[in-house]
Each structure stands twice: as structure tokens, then as C-alpha cells.
T-cell receptor, first 113, second 114 residues
């Protein structure tokens, strides 16, 4: 079975500062990895995904994530955040033979002026 | 392209009553998923349809929950009778063949059982 741990429930950061949202997963099989973002009163949107190939993946809105197989991590980063990045971010894992995506508990990012 | 539509957006019902949530996926998406998030915890899988067939319903909490997907189009999730612990946000998501594309989520239905 797979599981996802998002190490920070809330991350406050000042505008234009860099941010890293941490995600660790556990799985006995190969996985695909995803980050989703949920803005207030909206559904989740796919931010980026890692399927194979380069371990550094770029997504929308200037976000990127790096897959580290040895550390079973998939941390999300942005070099300079904006107020509009305030949202909740979910890390998710899907085993390569399956259909059921497993989500973490979410990290609330608060960007302050 | 219309997105995934869920309604109602909010529902407040009394314990013991019945509630039916509806999800209209993106047209042509064979895969439809129901998830639930309770009190800021992780988003938990409930079940997965491929067209009109239940592919995996291992996440359904108990037999008070019944999901259907008529003709492989929209889906309903009925809770009967509702209990206090059923409160949460119910998300529906759809995807084309396979899950590698990621899901398109609806905005969710916030269910409050009082």
C-alpha cells in the first residue's frame, strides 16, 4: 500500500520569498507523483506530475518539484511566491499499475505582503 | 470544455436523513472517482468507476453509502441514513483512459450532518 506524508500542515512566507513544501511517500512499487493546488472555494487543479525521465519537473505558475527516489521525496518549490499563491497544496501518489491516487493531508501556504 | 460539476455545493441535513450528491464528469472521461475529505485531513479515496462499472469501491466506509453511474455519464453518491461522522467535503474527479493524465476535480460538496 502507498502512503503520502506532507511534513508541514501550514507554511507562512513573505511575498517574493522562496518556498519549499515537503512531501514524502512510501510504496513497495514504482509510483507516479503529483502535486495539486486548491484555491479557496474551488476544486483541486493539477500543478505538475512526475511520470518518468528527468527528476526535475516544472509545472504551472512557476512551480517545480524534484523526485528523489532514494529519499522517497517529491518536494515542491517556487523561487519567489506571490500573494496569489496562497492556497492549499496536496501531494499525491499513484502506483504504476493502479488507478487509485493516494493524497496527503495538504499543506496550507500563506503568502504575506 | 465544461469541467467537472458537482451539486449541491453545500448540504446540511439532520442525522438519519438521506442525501444524494451528484457529479457530472467531463464528457468522454471514462474514469470517475469519488473522494472525501474530513476535517482538514487527507483526501480519502471512496470509489472508482470505469464507464458504468465499479472498478474499485474499497474506500466506501460502509453500506450506508451507495454510488451509481448511470449509462457511464453522471454519477450519484447517496448516503442513507446519514451519520454525524459523514460530514466532510465530497469531491468528484474524472480522467480520460488511465490516471496518468491526472484528475480534473469538481469543486466539491460540503456535507454537514447535524
Amino acid at each position: 500500500a502507498q502512503s503520502v506524508t506532507q511534513l508541514d500542515s501550514q507554511v507562512p512566507v513573505f511575498e517574493e520569498a522562496p518556498v519549499e513544501l515537503r512531501c514524502n511517500y512510501s510504496s513497495s512499487v514504482s509510483v507516479y507523483l503529483f502535486w495539486y493546488v486548491q484555491y479557496p472555494n474551488q476544486g483541486l487543479q493539477l500543478l505538475l506530475k512526475y511520470l518518468s525521465g528527468s527528476t526535475l519537473v516544472k509545472g504551472i505558475n512557476g512551480f517545480e518539484a524534484e523526485f528523489n527516489k532514494s529519499q522517497t521525496s517529491f518536494h515542491l518549490r517556487k523561487p519567489s511566491v506571490h500573494i496569489s499563491d496562497t492556497a492549499e497544496y496536496f501531494c499525491a501518489v499513484l502506483n504504476t499499475g493502479g488507478f487509485k491516487t493516494i493524497f496527503g493531508a495538504g499543506t496550507r501556504l500563506f503568502v504575506k505582503a | 470544455e465544461a469541467g467537472v460539476t458537482q451539486f449541491p455545493s453545500h448540504s446540511v441535513i439532520e442525522k438519519g436523513q438521506t442525501v444524494t450528491l451528484r457529479c457530472d464528469p467531463i464528457s468522454g472521461h471514462d474514469n470517475l472517482y469519488w473522494y472525501r475529505r474530513v476535517m482538514g485531513k487527507e483526501i480519502k479515496f471512496l470509489l472508482h468507476f470505469v464507464k458504468e462499472s465499479k472498478q474499485d469501491e474499497s474506500g466506501m466506509p460502509n453500506n450506508r453509502f451507495l454510488a451509481e453511474r448511470t449509462g457511464g455519464t453522471y454519477s450519484t453518491l447517496k448516503v442513507q441514513p446519514a451519520e454525524l461522522e459523514d460530514s466532510g467535503v465530497y469531491f468528484c474527479a474524472s480522467s480520460p483512459s488511465g490516471s496518468l493524465y491526472g484528475y480534473t476535480f469538481g469543486s466539491g460538496t460540503r456535507l454537514t450532518v447535524v
